[in-house]
């Protein structure tokens, strides 16, 4: 039985953050320091997630993404997307990850059965990825999107958050990857979450102003949406074998045709990335041996509370206290 919301949204994806750990520290994502973790004994177990992406399936839910934090740092993992390919009613289990351990586990992975992959990777120049990621190593990123391929955890998708004067520079140079490989770069635009004095400096670019200054440097052809594309609006440049999209969550968001719902690693099924309130805790009823049927219904409850739109232009001051590390990305 698919759920709707209250705006006739049909409700068919669940990112499950699986961590707010991460062996990365984004400088626009985190504080250098790290962000006060959540106890272990908070996270949800394996067999919890199962439980809830059972009820969530039996409500409509088609595919999962297992995100974080990172969640390649969870122990074990090929075991959960197992665990979660087998539910009856999920057709596709994906990860967001920043790859730096990617080369060692996608083959795995892929025998698990991890559909696919969206790798982070916000520059191509070793000593600015270093200095963005406070420390990650490029070299074992790109060996990570190698093993992807080889995997065949495709489509291979690389995201890159683009803020001026960080690596707006790079844009062309990202969009030369898809040249002569399967790999789909997706440009996004900046959120007001995390480092709010960015922000506040207005580090923002549009879209479609990438767009306009990438059609300045490639003859682009537009791409029909088909399934698995997601909201990025994609082109593709002339003769090229991969595709270049564009997500444009803050200057033209698509909250209209949002069909997902997001699990924080602590347990609340949340409805809206944007606002933290609009949540149904799942675990402590799992906790305290709620049946499928109790679980099914808070499903159904935080599916109602999905709100309209996020409003973020409407708001007056910006307000996130939280990274995307802790919300799960
Ligand atoms: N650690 C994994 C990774 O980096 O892919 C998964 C979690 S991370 C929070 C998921 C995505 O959120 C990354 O692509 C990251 O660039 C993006 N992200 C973090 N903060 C953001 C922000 N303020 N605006 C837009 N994207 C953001
Ligand atoms: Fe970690 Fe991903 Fe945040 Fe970077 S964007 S600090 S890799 S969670």
Redesign the pocket.
Known sequence: MPITDSYNRKIEYLRISLTDR?????TY??PPEGVNLIPHYEVLHYGEIREIVRAGAWLGIRSVRLT???PTVRRDLPRLVGMLKEVDGIEEVTMTT?ALLLSKLAKELKGAGLDRVNI?LDSLRPDRFFEI?RG?DLRAVLEGVDAALEAGLSPVKLNAVIIPEFNDDEVEDMARLTFDRPLHVRYIEFMPIGDLRLHKEKKFIKAAELIERLKKVFELETVEKGAGMGPAKTFKIKGAIGTIGFISSMSDHFCGSCNRLRLSSDGWLRSCLFNEKLGVDMKTPIREGASLEELKELFMKAAGIKPEGHELDRRAELDFER???QIG?
């Open positions: 991460c062996n990365m520290r984004c994502c985190m974080g934090g990172e920043n982070s990621t990650g990274t995307m590390s990305g």
